[in-house]
């Protein structure tokens, strides 16, 4: 709140407000107020996906098709909460996130009775743009979720507009069914009060090649009336184009799903619907790659309060990135992404693309979805399972060790 800010804390607010007027574009550019600074990269953010590990394999376990693609995107809702705004309630306020280094890890498990292990891998793709690339997994209930984001960002009066550059794929092996799920553009509020936070807009989709489409739109305070973390999403027949569900409410708290105008499910946040929480390694097994391990100092010079090293120790990160950029330039050599592979396109996702873009335009009158240029994500994001395989069974064991070599420690 204004008032939390108070002396050079206020000034160097008003500063910061000034100098993001002017912003170009690029987040991670961005040079923040120390105290708004996090000591949590933006590669450990795909771990959000999974938070209710019993949601994320649900489908899996259900015959009907139809209730299937409810169940997806009722986990899908669920997910709302701590991708957007966990920080904001843990911490008071959204923070600026590190900025993950090309090759940056995060790797971990979640565990659940219910559920079994589902694991986590998310890796830096790309630095320039940044992108990240993630692939969750649950091998007993063969549930796979892979995809890979990144952002655009632009500032229009007092507020940051970010749009996401990307998709997840949901993949249920029992049913050999996809489902394509596109990422919500959201804005930074608060920025004045020096207390910013996350507020979704516009719509996404989910489109199966089951044949069901969801249509998800977001809306805040501002709207007529509306309460702010507002959703409403519509489940449809592909092929009959009849509206089958609708599940509305507050993403931040309770869902309500409905067929036709019946109530038939409620979902909410809090002590009903527990969070797991993920469990990594400790950090002296961890690689050097892997992002606690490698921003150790940094974070505990944030921890401290120690403004002055958290910017030594943040240019020893850089400079020996961009010491290791110059050197492959020089050899003619890039960096392998340990777990990922950059394509020009996905056929399975062309066609779900064109599917959903075709029933929004013949049935719902609206304009179709598009895929993103892979120019804005340096390419198409895929987990490469010969690549996982390869470091499991410790074949790549040579490469792991040389890359963990190239972080400073
Ligand atoms: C990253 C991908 C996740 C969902 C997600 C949630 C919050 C977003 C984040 C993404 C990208 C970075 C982000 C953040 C909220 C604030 C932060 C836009 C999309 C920016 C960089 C911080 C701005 C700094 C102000 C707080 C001063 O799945």
């Given at each position: 709140m204004a008032a939390a800010l108070t002396g050079s804390a206020k000034s160097t607010w008003a500063s910061f407000l000034k100098s993001i007027a002017s912003f170009n574009g690029d987040l991670a550019s961005m040079t923040a107020p120390p105290f708004i600074l996090s000591k949590t990269s933006l590669v450990e953010y795909s771990a959000y996906w999974t938070e209710h590990p019993k949601l994320f394999v649900a489908?899996?376990?259900?015959?009907?098709p139809e209730k299937r693609a409810l169940l997806v995107l009722k986990w899908f809702l669920s997910t709302l909460k701590q991708q957007y705004s966990s920080r904001s309630e843990k911490l008071g306020s959204e923070k600026k996130p590190l900025n993950p280094f090309l090759g940056e890890l995060f790797l971990g498990h979640w565990e659940d009775e219910e559920a079994g292990k589902t694991e986590l891998i998310s890796e830096q793709?790309?630095?320039?743009?940044p992108v990240t690339a993630y692939s969750i997994f649950n091998e007993k209930h063969g549930v796979k979720l892979q995809g890979y984001n990144g952002q655009k960002a632009g500032f229009a009066s007092m507020t940051i507009n970010v749009k996401q550059v990307g998709i997840a794929r949901l993949r249920l092996e029992k049913w050999d069914e996809e489902y394509l799920i596109t990422l919500p553009a959201l804005h930074i509020e608060g920025l004045v009060y020096g207390s910013p936070f996350v507020e979704l807009e516009k719509s996404t989709i989910i489109q199966s090649s089951s044949g069901f489409f969801a249509k998800i739109d977001y809306t805040g305070k501002g709207w007529v009336g509306g309460k702010s973390n507002s959703v409403s999403a519509e489940l449809y027949d592909n092929k009959t184009g009849k509206l089958l569900y609708t599940i509305s409410g507050q993403w931040t708290k309770e869902l309500v799903i409905k067929k036709a105008k019946t109530e038939v499910e409620r979902f909410e946040h809090g002590d009903k619907n527990p969070t797991t929480g993920l469990t990594i390694k400790p950090i002296e097994e961890q690689d050097p790659l892997e992002s606690r391990r490698a921003w150790a100092k940094v974070g505990a010079a944030i921890d401290k309060g120690d403004y002055d090293e958290t910017g030594i120790e943040k240019s020893k990160i850089e400079n020996a990135q961009r010491d290791l950029r110059k050197k492959e330039k020089e050899e003619g050599t890039t960096w392998e992404r340990r777990y990922f592979t950059a394509v020009d396109k996905v056929d399975e996702v062309d066609a779900l693309v064109e599917r959903a873009g075709k029933f929004m335009k013949t049935v719902l009158g609206l304009t179709p979805i598009s895929m993103d240029e892979p120019a804005k994500t340096n390419g198409v994001w895929v987990f490469d399972t010969k690549k996982y395989e390869d470091v499991v069974s410790g074949r790549k064991a040579e490469e792991v060790r040389r890359a963990g070599e190239t972080v400073l420690e």
């Open positions: 489908p899996a376990k259900e015959q009907d793709v790309s630095h320039h743009p």
